[in-house]
């Protein structure tokens, strides 16, 4: 009998994956991004003048459409700050998260 648990969509011993390797996480963790981000990203709307240069430079595409300017979802933002960074206007800045 095998040592792991098999992950509902991945069964190792079909795969054939030998017995014998590091063991695979088979539990999906439930955390998002934004769970453990310790900064975030802030639109300053009167400056924004929707550009896409932050949508297009998120690493994890979190960046969502409005009429008029971009925001963010912050339960997949991970606070990296690439968006301010590249920012030609100046819109975004990055404040500390409240704990």
Not at 36 to 48: F, L
Not at 74 to 86: F, H, M, R
Request: glycine fraction near 6%.
């Amino acid at each position: 009998m095998s040592r792991h648990q098999s992950y509902p969509l991945f069964n190792l011993e079909q795969a054939g994956v030998p017995d014998d390797l590091c063991p695979v996480a088979t539990v999906v963790s439930p955390m998002l991004p934004g769970d453990w981000r310790s900064m975030r990203p802030v639109v300053d709307r009167d400056k924004c003048v929707k550009c896409a240069v932050c949508w297009l430079y998120c690493p994890v595409q979190c960046v969502e459409e409005h009429a008029a300017w971009f925001d963010f979802n912050l339960n997949t933002c991970k606070g990296c700050g690439i968006c301010a960074n590249e920012c030609p206007q100046r819109a975004i800045t990055m404040i500390g998260e409240v704990q």
